[in-house]
């Protein structure tokens, strides 16, 4: 069982920065594909960005190219989700996922990923 925990989370105003934190407990993410996804009150769960580590495959969602940049801290068994230029929109708690043997096609699939954090909410004013 790998214990994944985000933290970062807050309240900014549009244009502000936030990064993210994601903490397994397992120094896997070597081999692992690590996973952001968002869901905001009254939407679907939808995909932000994700990394297959060991092949060096990045995805992010349209909405968040050039905005949100996910990196890892293989020392710290940490992966992050940095966001520059928040918008309202971007409301939403955010996830983390961790996923096992994922190929590239794949890093967008929610079903994928096995293990899952409780969620950390970020806030966007205008």
């Known amino acids: 069982q790998v214990q994944v925990v985000e933290s970062g989370g807050g309240l900014v105003q549009a244009g502000g920065s936030l990064r993210l934190s994601c903490a397994a407990s397992?120094?896997?993410?070597?081999?692992?594909?690590t996973a952001w996804f968002r869901q905001a009150p009254g939407k679907e769960r939808e995909f932000v960005a994700a990394?297959?580590?060991?092949?060096?495959?990045?995805r992010y969602e349209d909405s968040g190219k050039g905005r949100f940049t996910i990196s890892r801290n293989s020392a710290k068994n940490t992966v992050y989700l940095q966001m520059n230029s928040l918008k309202p929109e971007d409301t939403a708690v955010y996830y983390c996922?961790?996923?096992?043997?994922?190929?590239?096609?794949?890093?967008?699939?929610?079903?994928?990923?096995?293990?899952w954090g409780q969620g950390t909410q970020v806030t966007v004013s205008s």
């Open positions: 996922a961790v996923g096992y043997n994922l190929r590239q096609p794949e890093l967008a699939d929610a079903g994928r990923y096995r293990y």
């Open positions: 990394a297959r580590w060991s092949g060096g495959n990045i």
């Open positions: 397992e120094g896997a993410f070597g081999t692992l594909a």
